[in-house]
């Protein structure tokens, strides 16, 4: 991993140390309670919603700077206010075994638990950190789901910054999204802790979940955080019935070494399924990582070659003109689902099973595609 060098976060992770940072948002009244807090001893609470398990002090906010501490209480600032509100195909989470050719309402509230220096949502995710405003609008949940449903949306998609941190929100929302018959999903950097997703599992049928690295220095370095909780996350969310499909932003000397795409994939094979969608996507600069070229293309076309003699069935190349996005039978290789950009168009998908062979296509709703199939 080549050396990188960014403004420092003020805070650190981890289980026991606190939250330093002063909430850039503490000028705000707008306060909510917030669920997975625990009393601790002067006044402190601990949030268990994330893997860093800040312990806020009366007065602090916690690492995503928008959980706070009022008066020995764990408050939510961002319930309720949305920063992004868009109907977008499902395939741009991208979620390519959910609901193919449907929409996804996609909601976002300000925060993240992690500060990527290559963030390409980060006038939102990393406002608070920079010290920016990120104008928000109310947007209760009710409304989401309005909102949702005079779109056409399928599901609704918690995404764009981190949703965990905003897990309120996702929790209410989710529950009456439910009631009117969508779907929910996440778009995440799968630092959940097990509390958080025992909360999240029985709402939520699909995630994409950033694998990022599979060097733990990567994840401490760049990002501020830890590897081991995201694999833990990610097996949390199998285990509990929630669909997974992964995602890997290959950035150039950074985490596109071979050997540890080779270990990357084989964990994922082996411990989330072969047939567990992998995306491996090519890094633009933005952000912090201006300094970087994008990721060669013949690192993306290595990354998928990587990935299937690592036994996985579904590989899908991202951010390319010409990237390899159809789904292939998992048993028989017949071309399932074409697609080009956003679009999706059902080849041999009869049922959510391979015309041809008879094999069952893994992942969510794939049985109720309708007979045109498609997203323009």
């Known amino acids: ?28 009244a707008s306060a909510s309670p917030a669920i997975l807090g625990l009393p601790e001893s002067d006044g402190a609470v601990r949030c268990v919603a994330c893997a860093h398990r800040c312990l806020i002090r009366p007065g602090r906010a916690g690492i995503c700077r928008v959980r706070e501490n009022r008066d020995g209480r764990l408050v939510t600032l961002v319930f309720g206010e949305a920063v992004a509100a868009n109907a977008d195909p499902i395939e741009k989470k991208p979620l390519f075994h959910v609901y193919p050719g449907s929409f996804a309402f996609s909601i976002a509230a300000r925060g993240c638990n992690f500060h990527c220096p290559h963030c390409q949502n980060w006038t939102i995710s990393q406002a608070e950190r920079d010290g920016l405003s990120a104008p928000a609008f109310q947007l209760p949940p009710k409304a989401v789901v ?90 949390g969310m199998r285990q ?30 082996a411990e989330m ?20 070229d994008p990721t060669p293309v013949a690192t993306i076309e290595r990354a998928v070659a990587i990935g299937r003699a690592a036994g996985l069935r579904h590989v899908y190349s991202g951010n390319l003109a010409e990237g390899d996005e159809d789904t292939r039978c998992a048993d028989c290789g017949e071309t399932l689902i074409r697609r080009r950009g956003f679009r999706s168009v059902r080849a041999a998908l009869v049922g959510g099973r391979c015309a041809r062979c008879g094999h069952s296509l893994a992942g969510v709703g794939l049985d109720e595609w309708g007979q045109s199939g498609a997203v323009s």
């Open 240 to 269: 509990r019935g929630i669909w997974v499909e992964v995602t890997t932003l290959l950035i150039p000397g950074l985490n596109d070494d071979p050997e540890e795409l080779s270990m990357l994939a084989s964990w994922i094979a």
């Open 146 to 235: 309005a909102r949702a449903l005079a779109a056409g949306s399928r599901s609704i998609a918690y995404t764009y910054t981190e949703p965990t941190v905003f897990i309120e929100y996702v929790v209410e929302t989710a529950r009456l999204a439910a009631q009117a018959g969508l779907a929910n999903v996440l778009v995440t950097n799968g630092y959940q802790t097990p509390e958080a997703l025992d909360v999240l599992a029985p709402l939520v049928q699909a995630a994409n979940v950033d694998l990022k690295s599979f060097d733990d220095r990567f994840y401490r370095k760049v990002l501020g955080a830890r590897l081991a909780p995201v694999l833990a996350s990610l097996a």
């Open 273 to 292: 399924g072969a047939e567990t969608p992998w995306h491996v996507s090519r890094f633009f600069p933005t952000y912090r990582l201006t300094d970087l």
């Open 1 to 28: 991993m080549r050396p990188i060098s960014h403004r420092p976060a003020d805070s650190r992770p981890g289980p026991s140390g606190p939250a330093s940072a002063r909430s850039a948002s503490a000028r705000s």
